[in-house]
């Protein structure tokens, strides 16, 4: 067993273990874990322990879990979507392949919390191969995302036959993964991954850092090894209540994380997710946090404010407005600062 499958192996996963070293009530911990499960690596654990609400709240199971009237199981409609199960697809060149049902720390607000690290989600030869199949046969697809589930959650051996098994079908341009591993835990990220990983070039990574308190020595050399093999680091952000929807904590996030050479890519609108309306917060506040990094900071630290449509209809740019009026002949608009300008339109033909 390798360094990172022990710290994965001693992770809190029981009420009574979390309540020996955090103050919670056991009782509601238990009930919350009957339905949703916890896993809190002891790399994580330490983080909580340091920084308090912010990374708590992402992984510290929460009664109100429990009392979400209003979110939906599957908010992106993905199993409908799945031409087999664990292939989710919806735009028509590239899919989304689930190849891991586990993670190294469960998060509240998971999107696929309905299925992620639960009993429920089955992957093994019979569906791998099965989705294999349906990439061959559409040669459509130029882009397999890998997620799960977190894809680095595998070992290597297992991951290098999937990347090897996605790499000949001659239809696959980009392999990307998705895998919050880089913050959750960074020594998962060792040489001989890296060595493995550069072998299926081009491939993309997009990690997963909510706040800037995850960035630390280890994920700054867990994201520099990934950049020095050459492949290209972005970051899907959640916009979370209590945890980062905050002008100041989003604009440190997104220039720390650009120092490590990781592009933010999307900063997502929580979704409609049953067990997680406690993290929704307003648009207008998505928005306002937009407004303040747009021109304040580089434009390669900012990402698009997305949200993705209930019902599988993809990721929508929501993007603050700086056009006050636009005609035949005239745009007149705000910059960054508030200030007005006046800009000649060109005839439309
Ligand atoms: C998000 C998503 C993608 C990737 O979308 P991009 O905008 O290219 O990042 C692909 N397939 C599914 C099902 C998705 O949810
Ligand atoms: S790492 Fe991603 S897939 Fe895993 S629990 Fe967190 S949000 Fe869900």
């Known amino acids: 067993m390798t360094s990172w499958q022990k710290l994965i192996k001693n992770s809190i996963t029981h009420p009574d273990q979390l309540s020996r070293l955090v103050d919670v009530d056991p009782g509601e911990i238990e009930e919350v874990c009957s339905i949703y499960p916890m896993r809190i690596n002891p790399y994580y654990m330490g983080l909580i322990q340091q920084t308090g609400k912010s990374l708590w709240r992402q992984a510290i199971p929460d009664i109100l879990e429990l ?64 989705g294999l199949d349906y990439i061959k046969k559409n040669r459509a697809i130029r882009e397999v995302l890998l997620s799960g589930g977190d894809p680095l959650m595998l070992n290597d051996n297992r991951l290098e036959q999937i990347l090897n098994a996605v790499r000949e079908i001659n239809s696959v341009e980009v392999i990307r993964i998705g895998t919050r591993i880089p913050c959750t835990l960074p020594m998962r990220v060792t040489k ?22 995850e960035i630390t020595q280890e994920a700054e050399l867990a994201c520099s090894k990934l950049a020095d093999g050459g ?22 996030l997104m220039c720390k994380l650009l120092k490590l050479r990781v592009k933010p890519y999307y900063l997502f609108q929580a979704d409609l997710t ?16 937009m407004h303040h990094l747009i021109g304040r900071i580089s434009g390669m630290a900012v990402p698009t404010y997305a949200v993705d449509a209930p019902g599988g ?31 000649p339109n060109c005839p439309y033909e």
């Open 67 to 130: 009392h979400d009237e209003t979110g939906m199981e599957d908010p992106l409609d993905e199993e409908n979507l799945s031409p087999v199960p664990n292939l989710v697809h919806k735009y028509p060149d590239r899919v989304l392949f689930l190849v891991s049902s586990q993670c190294s720390m469960y998060c509240r607000f998971c999107t696929r919390k309905r299925k992620v690290g639960r009993k429920e989600m089955v992957i093994d030869d019979e569906s791998i191969r099965a």
């Open 192 to 213: 001989k991954l890296v060595a493995m990983l550069k072998k299926y070039h081009p491939l993309y990574i997009n990690t997963h850092f909510n706040h800037p308190a």
């Open 231 to 252: 492949i290209p680091l972005g970051c899907q952000t959640v916009l979370l209540r209590g945890v980062n929807d905050n002008k100041h904590i989003m604009q440190e």
């Open 274 to 289: 049953r067990g997680a309306d406690h993290f929704r917060t307003p648009i207008e506040s998505g928005l306002e946090i």
């Open 313 to 343: 209809g993809g990721k929508i740019p929501l993007t603050p407005e700086f056009i006050t009026s636009l005609d035949d002949n005239t745009l007149n608009f705000l910059n960054y600062l508030g200030k007005p300008y006046t800009y």
